[in-house]
């Protein structure tokens, strides 16, 4: 079912940060639960909040492309606050290969003012308390009922913090999975309904 070579080739080439993620050379790792996220709720508009290179909005692209569906977006202002990143280059190898990919070069904040709604949500970018937070509170407002946002690198303070008052809350459902940075999964309580559109 997964192509080795396609996986090398495409998917984590030239994908700063995909160790976080716990991919390898030939190995998806977190990037194999981004596809099928995207798969399963036949998502039609992705968001990834922030990439070093690429990698997340590749396995969600990806995951449309095979569906036959579907946009992604990439809001990252590329102040390096955060690490470096090549996705601002139109010559790297992710913008070469991934054009169908929309990079928006702006603060989150503002991407969220323009986006009306949005079947899944990354978000990994500023990983202070109060950025997960403002970020989650923007765009859990344009995120479909039966959708999605995982928030990346669990293991870093500010994320981490906001992921556990998240849990206090009775509106959502969060999964936390702490291998490699952590990941976070969250739904709202009153539902994840699969359809079959």
Not at 34 to 43: G, P, R, S
Not at 135 to 164: K, N, W
Request: hydrophobic share 40%.
């Amino acid at each position: 079912m997964i192509d080795k070579n396609y996986v090398a080739s495409m998917m984590t080439k030239e994908a700063l940060y995909m160790g976080g993620h716990g991919a390898e050379e030939d190995y998806l790792g977190l990037g194999m639960l981004y596809y099928a996220i995207t798969y399963v709720l036949k998502a039609e508009l992705c968001v990834c909040l922030g990439s070093g290179g690429g990698f997340v909005p590749r396995c969600m692209r990806q995951a449309q492309r095979d569906l036959g569906i579907g946009r992604t977006i990439l809001v990252d202002v590329g102040n390096g606050a955060w690490g470096r990143t090549t996705v601002h280059d139109v010559n790297s190898w992710f913008r070469l290969n991934f054009p169908d990919v929309e990079v928006w070069k702006m603060l989150t904040a503002e991407a969220a003012l323009m986006i009306k709604h949005a079947d899944y949500i990354h978000t990994d970018a500023d990983h202070s308390f109060e950025g997960v937070k403002t970020d989650f509170m923007a765009y859990s407002q344009i995120l479909e009922p039966d959708g999605i946002i995982t928030l990346h690198d669990t293991h870093i303070q500010g994320v981490r913090s906001f992921v556990d008052e998240l849990s206090t809350h009775s509106e959502w459902q969060v999964l936390e999975l702490p291998m490699w940075q952590g990941l976070a999964i969250v739904m709202r309580a009153d539902g994840l309904e699969i359809s079959t559109k």
